[in-house]
């Protein structure tokens, strides 16, 4: 599966406060830490707090890049903080993220085309968040439609259903589950799909057991990626576990190499 680290997000004290001071030994440290965890990808994320996004975007992306190749997936609702940051990137990077809305479309799927950026597809719309199942497909199908007419391949989108905590949308959990087995049947091959999977336990105890009982199970209905924490220990050991039950890979090599290492 892919890992996109979680912890660079100006929503976490440390990381808004670093922004803030121009810190980057906090920033760098939380990069490379990540990426040696097993991370494939860090999420780039300024926060609600930022006084200049574009700046602050700008700033994490050259920070990030000091010290580690791992490709960057740029998270902000604003694709002009985005633009910015993507015009820095060395390697491959992934706008995160569109909705289904039109103008959100007409604008973000030429730029992950211009930039060879992979996109994530939120299925929403800026009406809100959906219901269910269903109004999350057919979210999912505009997305690919409108990718499919930009030019942009299979590999380069991923699909998230969005994840509520479970403990104010107990229901919208399931949906989100049943969405991923749903969205499999929307083309050939299947459309990948990630999901930001902290959401799913804010606001409760034991975050760390919710966030890997409901990873192992979105895994086996078919996610491919994973907004995570990447230094939670027992929550990669899941995934690595869940992995092998579901036999990803050829001799268990990636099972047996994370244990050798232990
Ligand atoms: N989908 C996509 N992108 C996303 C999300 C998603 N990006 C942001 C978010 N959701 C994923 N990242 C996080 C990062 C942190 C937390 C949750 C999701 C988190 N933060 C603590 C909290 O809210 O309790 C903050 C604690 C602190 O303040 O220190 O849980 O769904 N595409």
Not at 249 to 261: E, G, Q
Request: charged share 25%; with cysteine.
């Amino acid at each position: 599966m892919l890992v996109i680290g979680e912890l660079i997000n100006g929503m976490f004290k440390n990381v808004g406060k670093a922004i803030a001071n121009k810190d980057k030994s906090v920033i760098q440290k939380l990069a490379k830490e990540q990426a040696e965890a097993g991370a494939g990808m860090l999420d780039v994320n300024v926060g609600p707090a930022a006084a200049d996004a574009v700046g602050a975007m700008k700033w994490l992306v050259e920070t990030i890049q000091e010290v580690t190749d791992t490709p960057l997936c740029l998270d902000s609702t604003k694709p002009n903080v985005i633009e910015e940051g993507l015009k820095l990137i060395k390697n491959k990077a992934m706008i995160n993220s569109t909705t289904a809305d039109k103008e959100k479309l007409d604008v973000l799927l030429p730029m992950a085309k211009q930039y060879g950026a992979g996109l994530i597809g939120l299925t929403m719309d800026k009406k809100g968040i959906p219901r269910d199942r269903h109004q999350r497909s057919e979210f999912a199908a505009v997305i690919i439609s409108a990718s499919m007419e930009a030019g942009l391949g299979h590999e380069d989108i991923y699909l998230d259903p969005i994840i509520l905590p479970v403990n104010v949308a107990q229901p919208q959990s399931l949906e989100v589950l049943e969405a991923i087995r749903e969205f499999s049947l929307l083309s050939d091959p299947p459309p990948k799909t990630v999901v930001g999977l902290s959401n799913v336990s804010q606001g409760t105890e034991n975050r760390s057991l919710i966030n890997r009982t409901f990873l192992v199970m979105a895994l086996a209905l078919g996610l491919k990626g994973a907004i995570m924490d990447p230094l939670d220990k027992e929550l990669m050991d899941a995934a690595i576990c869940a992995e092998l039950i579901l036999n990803k890979h050829i001799y268990c090599a990636s099972f047996l190499d994370a244990y050798r290492k232990k």
